[in-house]
């Protein structure tokens, strides 16, 4: 039987990871940039941890994780999310409490959804996470990046939606509320919904279901009941965004579908993708290191999907250098195999980013040709015993651009740094 990869898990062949390899690239300079440092996880965790940071009636727990008991009996779980990973570690190590913390990291999460495009069941993010700081200039900084991210990118067509969850003791006050309304048209809800009404209404708002949707327009509206600490807040979150020039719209119905969001939450959206249109997602948790069994801490963050990313750089047509090779040594006999060795080695010691190939498994100067074409390089070098004992490699252009010459092996370096701006 031929062993094919599990649905909704791909693989990314060589001729497709240039756009991987830049995003990641550019991604790693704008959170540098903003003086955030990257943290490394495992892929798998304790199922606990998503439970109490997630919520166990969120979709993610209760119908998405892929959970398993290991040979010692421990209940695991492959990572449907990173923020939870991230602030077990932070606790786990010490670097929460009473201080400042701005982190990143990024990897493949796992949720067992209907793959679509763009939507997958192993999936990457990118997680930027800020810790210790209650003030509501680093909501607008950790937006703010993402906004720098897709500048660099070179993307545009997003919408930023904002909207603002205030304190648990607000959302309390509008979750009786919400239930007493819902209640009273239970019988137009859907199953999802109903089964959500007493453990955890604020989803229902976020129902697609059309029937839902008819009904949650008239629901109670939660900035209706927001003190005025969150009112402030949320204000300065605008103002900052104003200041920035940095456009948004506030939707009062964008919740977020994970349990441990408080203050601001936000998503960058786009309507080039089809219906799986939030590209970057987000907001401010402030009681989830407590809640997890760690110090009092504030925080707040996104997590952006990688695929998303890609597809919207196919889509836009964003120029991305592709990593195939630049310059590919023929070389035959064999004092020039011996010297195109070294001489394919002192040009990688000479242009670190230089991407050249040196012929392998033999061949007559055709089939190494073809080979060199095939493999996309600009230029072929061809080193035979003649060039050997004269010092000389012929370059022949691949891509039409001039006839074939000689160059001495000492001019080399000088030659294709000119011709490739290396």
């Known amino acids: 039987m031929k062993i094919q990869s599990v649905r909704g898990m791909n693989d990314v062949l060589p001729a497709d990871s240039a756009a991987w390899q830049h995003v990641h690239a550019v991604a790693a300079q704008v959170f540098a940039a903003y003086g955030y440092g990257e943290l490394r996880l495992p892929v798998v965790e304790r199922t606990e941890l998503f439970k109490r940071a997630v919520g166990e009636v969120t979709d993610v727990v209760e119908k998405e ?143 697609k279901v059309p029937g839902t949707q008819a009904i949650v327009e008239g629901a109670p509206k939660l900035l209706d009941y927001l003190d005025e600490p969150s009112l402030a807040h949320f204000a300065a979150v605008k103002a900052g965004l104003d200041a920035l020039g940095i456009a948004y719209t506030v939707n009062p119905r964008l919740v977020r579908g994970l349990d441990y969001y408080t203050h601001t939450v936000f998503e960058w959206v786009t309507d ?71 001489l394919a080695e002192s040009l990688r010691d000479r242009f670190p980013a230089l991407r050249l190939v040196l012929n392998a498994g033999g061949g007559g100067l055709k089939s190494q040709l073809k080979r060199a074409d095939h493999s996309g390089a600009r230029y072929a070098l061809v080193i035979g015993d003649d060039e050997a004992a004269a010092g000389t490699v012929q370059v022949k252009s691949l891509r039409g651009e001039g006839e074939a010459y000689r160059c001495r092996q000492s001019e080399l370096a000088a030659e294709l740094g000119s011709r490739l701006a290396l």
């Open 65 to 207: 994780m892929y959970s398993f008991e290991d040979r010692g009996g421990e209940a695991l779980s492959l990572r449907p999310e990173l923020t939870a990973g991230v602030v077990r570690a932070g606790i786990e190590h010490g670097i929460l409490f009473n201080q400042q913390q701005r982190v990143w990291c990024t990897g493949p999460v796992f949720r067992y959804e209907r793959p679509q495009a763009g939507r997958y069941r192993q999936f990457h993010q990118l997680d930027v996470e800020a810790f210790g700081i209650a003030t509501p200039d680093v909501d607008v900084e950790v937006i703010a990046i993402a906004a720098q991210l897709w500048k660099r990118l070179g993307l545009t067509g997003f919408e930023l939606q904002i909207n603002t969850l205030g304190m648990p003791g607000c959302r309390a006050s509008h979750r009786a509320a919400l239930i007493a309304y819902l209640e009273q048209h239970e019988a137009g809800l859907d199953e999802d919904a109903k089964r959500r009404l007493h453990s955890n209404p604020l989803r229902v708002l976020d129902s």
């Open 272 to 342: 080039q993708l089809g219906a799986q249109g939030t590209v970057c997602a987000g907001g401010r948790y402030d009681g989830l290191v407590e809640q997890l069994g760690g110090p009092k801490t504030t925080g707040v963050g996104f997590g952006l999907g990688i695929e998303r990313l890609i597809l919207l750089i196919g889509v836009q047509k964003v120029a991305i250098t592709p990593n195939t090779p630049q310059v590919y040594v023929c070389r035959f006999g064999a004092t020039a195999e011996r010297q195109a060795l070294q």
